[in-house]
């Protein structure tokens, strides 16, 4: 049986987190043996705990940084002793697990990259962000050079959409990366289709960190707009605050123009489980690098109103699979769903179309095997 060895940069659950287990219950019923390293035992400690994989905690450093951050000299230092440091306790890990493949699901650390060349083992990257669009992060030894590295440590280079190979090519061959979707599978929604026509109360959701490039404000402009039209909408906001301030000025926009029903639901790790009738999804980040949630929508078989924003534009076609407003524009979203509203055979059209999609497109056999390609199995 063959060992693999995944590495995640965090242990919180995330996008890139729910990837990862995802690929590590598909190798495990593929017959590989999987273990899986978390910096400590966070939130996805359960994910993965119940996926049949080894689970290794110890702590690791990134070598990203927020781009407003200043860093002393004795800072640095300090960080880069940490990483040294865990290139050794990744050497270690290699050497008692002895793994035929290891595979790191970010770009925020090199360790296990570093490691895994040293003691000659497969690599693959998997580059689920873009850093500093998405995230405001900046590499601690530059973008150039960090690239190179990552080049001359993997076998291959795993990617996530063709937005993120397009700026990573800019530094890195093309001609080594492949883009792999993910598999992103759905448990049924307990929203009542057939409730659609008996409720009036449209419901819209947007699902994400709460903080300002996510666009939840955005988003509550837009609900503004259409209760200022007559239309009985309510607003519904999925996860946790990331960015307090932002959260505040949410607050104090929604006391001072007396906003009613939007509410903040906190995070859930399963929320479409109770979405209510008569959903519309609505994607209003700045920047995204492939948007996860937007192939949840579609899948479940609710329609998607997103920013055109990053990879979103390559994902929806609009007002096939989907509908696109302008950027950071809450009068064309708030006119988009009030399109949805007034056309049911387009909601429906969207429907099927992007259900599709998504099925043909983001599913387990297409996820597991791109990934054991890259490793050349």
Not at 61 to 75: H, I, M, T
Not at 212 to 234: E, N, R, Y
Request: charged share 25%.
């Amino acid at each position: 049986m063959k060992k693999v060895l995944l590495v995640s940069h965090s242990q919180k659950i995330g996008g890139a987190e729910r990837c990862l287990a995802e690929l590590a219950g598909g190798l495990v019923k593929k017959g590989y043996e999987v273990y899986v390293t978390i910096p400590s035992k966070g939130e996805n400690y359960d994910m993965f705990h119940s996926l049949n994989v080894q689970i290794l905690i110890f702590g690791y450093p990134w070598w990203l940084n927020f781009k407003n951050e200043k860093y002393s000299v004795a800072d640095k230092l300090k960080k880069f002793r940490s990483q040294v440091y865990a290139i050794i306790r990744f050497l270690k890990v290699i050497m008692k697990v002895k793994p035929d493949m290891v595979l790191t699901n970010t770009i925020a650390m090199p360790f296990a990259a570093i490691a895994s060349r040293i003691s000659g083992k497969k690599h693959v990257w998997f580059i689920h962000e873009l850093g500093e669009e998405d995230h405001g992060l900046l590499f601690d030894y530059g973008i150039r050079a960090s690239m190179k590295l990552v080049s001359f440590t993997s076998q291959r280079i795993i990617v996530n959409s063709i937005l993120v190979k397009e700026k990573f090519s800019k530094y890195i061959s093309a001609d080594k990366m492949d883009i792999v979707n993910y598999d992103i599978p759905m448990p049924p929604s307990s929203y009542d289709e057939q409730a659609k026509d008996e409720v009036n109360d449209l419901n819209l959701y947007l699902i994400g960190q709460i903080q300002k490039g996510k666009g939840q404000l955005i988003a509550i402009k837009a609900h503004k707009q259409l209760l200022d039209k007559g239309v009985p909408s309510k607003l519904h906001i999925l996860g946790s605050v990331s960015e307090v301030s932002y959260f505040e000025e949410i607050q104090l926009y929604i006391k001072e123009n007396n906003i009613r029903d939007v509410f903040f639901h906190g995070f859930k790790e399963k929320p479409y489980l109770n979405f209510l009738p008569n959903p519309i999804g609505l994607m209003c980040s700045e920047f995204e690098a492939l948007g996860r949630v937007t192939i949840e929508y579609m899948k479940l078989g609710v329609p998607v109103i997103a920013n055109t924003a990053g990879q979103l534009v390559n994902i929806i076609d609009d007002g096939k699979n989907g509908l696109l407003f302008k950027k950071n524009d809450a009068t064309d979203l708030a006119n988009k769903v009030m399109m949805l509203l007034e056309s049911k055979d387009l909601q429906a059209d969207i429907i099927v179309k992007a259900k599709k999609y998504a099925n043909t497109n983001y599913n387990s056999e297409l996820y597991i095997n791109g990934v054991l390609k890259a490793f050349g199995e």
